[in-house]
């Protein structure tokens, strides 16, 4: 099972708070930004496991919810910078793992890492090439850069979890999973009346490690019915 990290505790059993001072080379919200990763326990635990972002822990307490990870399966992950999902799905057991992101990513032993850019046709070609078989899970981290207007934020992390969607339905093995990032809100009707045909199961979570002030959220679809792929 995956546990939530717990914080530091100094000398008298307190947790420790860190500040960071002002300084003329830091604007306020790159200051409040530093000092909430110095103070986050989920990324001193990141470091401390290994893992290269603190999202490794969505996956992992997403999984613990819904079994999503199993050896021999072939996974892959959209989204993926700077690689926590992969590294997560890897040493699960993954047997095939393909991480594709618009940012450059180090390689993970065990996935192949695809730079480019998702919604760019031939993308899902190219995905579908790396993979050589059929996808069991399709995970979509993908987000948008952030207008702060929170309507047209949705819409743009939909139409992203709409894609993912599509690939999804695509190259699914019979009994596959999706799971997609949207942000409160929930999916659009439309949506998730449509990953209902093509699933036994769609729920909506977030996870511990999921900030508290984060809009984000996940869409969780398992089941997949590939006689519905038509459809």
Not at 12 to 39: D, F, M, P, Y
Not at 75 to 80: H, K, R, T, Y
Not at 166 to 180: C, K, P, R, S, Y
Not at 197 to 209: S, T
Request: charged share 25%.
């Amino acid at each position: 099972m995956s546990k939530p990290p717990g914080k530091s505790a100094g000398p008298s059993g307190r947790s420790l708070t860190v500040r960071v001072k002002g300084s003329a080379q830091r604007t306020v919200s790159s200051r409040r930004w530093l000092a909430r990763q110095l103070n986050d326990p989920y990324v001193a635990e990141a470091r401390k496991q290994g893992w290269r972002s603190r999202a490794a822990f969505k996956l992992l307490e997403l999984d613990d919810k819904f079994r999503l990870l199993r050896p021999g399966s072939a996974i892959v992950d959209l989204g993926a910078a700077p690689g926590g999902w992969t590294q997560v799905a890897v040493r699960k057991g993954a047997a095939a793992v393909v991480a594709m992101d618009l940012l450059p990513m180090d390689p993970i032993q065990g996935a192949t890492v695809l730079q480019g850019d998702f919604s760019e046709p031939g993308a899902d070609t190219q995905l579908i090439e790396a993979m050589g078989r059929r996808a069991d899970l399709v995970l979509s981290d993908m987000a948008p850069n952030t207008t702060g207007h929170a309507a047209t934020d949705h819409l743009r992390i939909m139409a992203l979890a709409e894609m993912a969607l599509d690939f999804a339905i695509a190259t699914l093995n019979e009994g596959g999973a999706f799971v997609a990032k949207v942000f409160q809100g929930g999916s659009e009707r439309e949506m998730l009346d449509r990953m209902k045909r093509h699933f036994a199961v769609v729920r909506h979570a977030k996870p511990p490690a999921s900030r508290k002030e984060s809009s984000e959220l996940y869409v969780v679809a398992t089941g997949f019915r590939s006689a519905s792929r038509s459809d």
